[in-house]
């Protein structure tokens, strides 16, 4: 079982930056895959950016490549994401997920997810 909390969201101006965090409740975190994911009012929830357990491999959604950053400090049991040159489009409740496999993370079918937290942008 793997508990995640989310924390850093809040408002910020177009063109700002911010940083999420996820912190990870077990002594396993660094066997997890971890993600991003957003779900704008109205949208469907998607997939921002994914790494994989060692924090080797990285991937990202075309729209945010090259201004946001996943990582992660498996000492700390924490995943983090720096969002640079937000828009407004940016605008989101963020998710972290965690899941064994990559592939599932990639799928959006990650077995567990946080409650999520508020990115607003304003123009």
């Known amino acids: 079982q793997v508990q995640l909390v989310e924390s850093g969201g809040g408002l910020v101006q177009a063109g700002g930056s911010l940083r999420l965090s996820c912190a990870a409740s077990?002594?396993?975190?660094?066997?997890?895959?971890m993600g991003w994911f957003r779900q704008a009012p109205g949208k469907e929830r998607e997939l921002v950016a994914a790494?994989?357990?060692?924090?080797?491999?990285?991937s990202y959604a075309i729209t945010v490549k090259g201004r946001f950053t996943i990582s992660r400090d498996n000492a700390k049991n924490t995943m983090y994401l720096q969002m640079n040159s937000l828009k407004p489009e940016d605008t989101a409740v963020y998710y972290c997920?965690?899941?064994?496999?990559?592939?599932?993370?990639?799928?959006?079918?990650?077995?567990?997810w946080g409650k999520g937290t508020l990115v607003t942008v304003s123009s």
């Open positions: 790494i994989s357990s060692g924090g080797g491999l990285t």
């Open positions: 997920a965690a899941d064994l496999r990559l592939g599932d993370v990639a799928a959006k079918t990650p077995a567990y």
């Open positions: 077990g002594r396993t975190f660094s066997s997890y895959a």
